[in-house]
């Protein structure tokens, strides 16, 4: 490019502080719209003395200053074009400015979205339990919860627990709800408590599975420390109150509390699981400091695939490069994910023919000597047979869109 092309940031974005506890700080470009840059502090202090538009060459001493060493000139042009232009987070001066993208989705994972609880009456509920989410008071706690579960599984009977009669009790059903919205609540108070913005609490499907969200983009402008206790305090609420209702019920001899209490407690351990966007793919994202963990990783691991060695690992899906711990904890991540959704893929390719054929003799039989128990068998066969291929369906979609880098 001609020395005197100037370049301006995007219009709207904002560079934000990201994680500045390390030894190479990292920082944040938020775009208008949702689009979210992980830089380093070399290209913060870039995008800072362009501003409004600059040339490169009035730039580079400021940056010299300001880095305590200067970039050759020809390095400071392949670095701006290739990197930040070419992710939209510079723009040349003279490009005319491009039309207001509509804002990305947050939740856009998610289908069939409904609100539960209003941003005010979420606060209202989650406010008393914010104290609760003081870093050192949390751990703490967690730790005894952590303790107190353990002890807990046995008492409620273990696996035995898990039985489909007893797990299909519209009591069992109601009190498990109650630890979901206890979940969100959880989430909600730690934002409240770090003083982030937060929305409503709703319901969705993600992929096959119902669940409960809540809106929390503000976040992202926390330490990384306090990141993890929001991405924690879900599980932690939904424990303590999956607890009291185990309680709760064994004072009162009701047997349905144990259902609640296991089903709950499996769910904790789901919700860990990182290869899906659950609250373990957050926590693992924010541990790691990586702004867009499942992109990036993705991405890192094509980078050795193709023979394109470490440094391009490092420094693919983002500006600011990963350091050489997190890119080997990124690729590892990647392979395992992958190897995940395979296996759901293949255990569910091979289940549905079988699966199938039994229902099919069921329906045959309920045919030609139809009882109540046989009908409602098939029925139930057939909702599960319906459900499968679904999964089957949006687990390949979700494959799709990860191998297209959109997930």
Known sequence: MPAETRYRLTPGAVVRPFDVSGAAPVFLVEGDGGRRWQVSAATAALLAQLGDGATLAEVRAPLARALGTAPEAAQLARWVETSLVAQGIVARADAPD????PPRATLASL?????LLSERWAARLATPLAPLMTPRLFWAAAALVVAASAWAWGLAGGARALDPAALLSPLAIALFALTTVAHELGHVAAARRFGCAHGRVGAGVYLVFPVLFVELDDVWRLPRARRVVVD?????????AALAVLAAGRALGIRAASAAYALSAVTAVVNLNPAFRFDGYWLLADALGVANLRRRSGLALGALLRGA????ARHAGGAA?????????????????GALLLLWLGRIVLRVPSFA??????AIRAGQAPTVGLVLTLFVRGVALAAMLVALLALVRHAARRAAGLN
Do not use: E, H, K
């Open 98 to 101: 491009m039309p207001d993208a």
């Open 111 to 115: 289908n069939a979205r409904t609100t």
């Open 232 to 240: 924690l305090a879900g599980l932690f609420c939904q424990q303590v």
């Open 309 to 312: 060695g470490r440094d391009s």
């Open 321 to 337: 490069p990963l350091g050489r711990g997190t890119t080997a904890a990124v690729v590892v991540y990647a392979i395992a994910s």
């Open 357 to 362: 054929r039994d229902t099919y003799a069921v």
